[in-house]
């Protein structure tokens, strides 16, 4: 089945410098989403990405997609304490979306 | 509050036991999904309804497990004899109808925390 494999797992950065969590499909993907889960709470939608080289922009969140459709990044300039939380990758398979494992962002004051 | 609501939020019940928890979706959502989550991982796919069909099972899903969503509205899912691998988050998620239904994002619940002494 498909796989979506997320990297790195874990990543602890001083407040203002920047993160990048990069995302890897096994397979070519229709469109890739991404959600943001803060600690003791639920995944919440970010963003969807449908064609291939897509870039899209959310305030500092900067978001792309491969141009094989098969890997995707987020990048966050300028972390902020606001930040903090696991950012996960999905890709649909059928009628589910399978999620990687997720990036854990902790952000030093 | 207009979100996806699930109940209860905390179960602890002891090994054997049978457990339902229940999830509203959104009202005009007719796509509802269940996910399990364990510590340091992404959700894992259960089931997924469209209305009141039960249309797509995982392989995680042991005959333990079942799920209903009677009138295409609201979902329970029961896990009879639990067993401590049970314990876990389970999450529920619905979605609008679009294309196809892993095309349009899912807006997540609170979920429900499991834990099986």
């Known amino acids: 089945g498909q796989q979506v494999m997320q990297i790195p797992q874990y990543q602890h950065v001083q407040e203002g410098e920047d993160f990048t969590t990069y995302c890897n499909s096994s397979t070519t993907l229709s469109n890739i989403q991404w959600y943001k889960q803060r600690p003791g709470g639920h995944p919440v939608f970010l963003i969807q990405l449908v064609k291939s080289g897509e870039v899209k922009k959310q305030k500092r969140l900067t978001f792309q997609f491969g141009e094989a459709k098969k890997n995707s990044s987020l990048h966050i300039t300028a972390t902020q304490t606001t930040d903090v939380g696991t950012y996960f990758c999905?890709?649909?398979?059928?009628?589910?979306?399978?999620f990687g494992a997720g990036t854990i962002l902790r952000v030093k004051s | 509050d207009t979100g996806v609501s699930q109940d209860p939020r905390h179960k602890i019940t002891k090994r054997g036991q049978n457990v339902t928890f229940r999830c509203d979706p959104i009202?005009?959502?007719?796509?509802l999904y269940w996910y399990r989550q364990t510590l340091g991982q992404g959700p894992e796919f259960l089931t997924y309804?469209?209305?009141?069909?039960?249309?797509?099972k995982s392989r995680l899903l042991s005959d333990r497990f079942s799920a209903e969503r009677p009138k295409g509205s609201f979902s329970t899912l029961e896990i009879q004899r639990t067993e401590q691998g049970d314990s876990a988050m389970y999450l529920c998620?619905?979605?609008?109808?679009?294309?196809?239904?892993?095309?349009?994002?899912?807006?997540f619940g609170p979920g429900t925390r499991l834990t099986v002494t």
């Open positions: 009202s005009e959502h007719n796509r």
């Open positions: 999905a890709g649909p398979w059928g009628n589910k979306l399978v």
């Open positions: 998620a619905s979605s609008p109808t679009m294309t196809t239904p892993s095309s349009v994002e899912q807006y």
């Open positions: 309804f469209q209305n009141e069909a039960q249309l797509e």
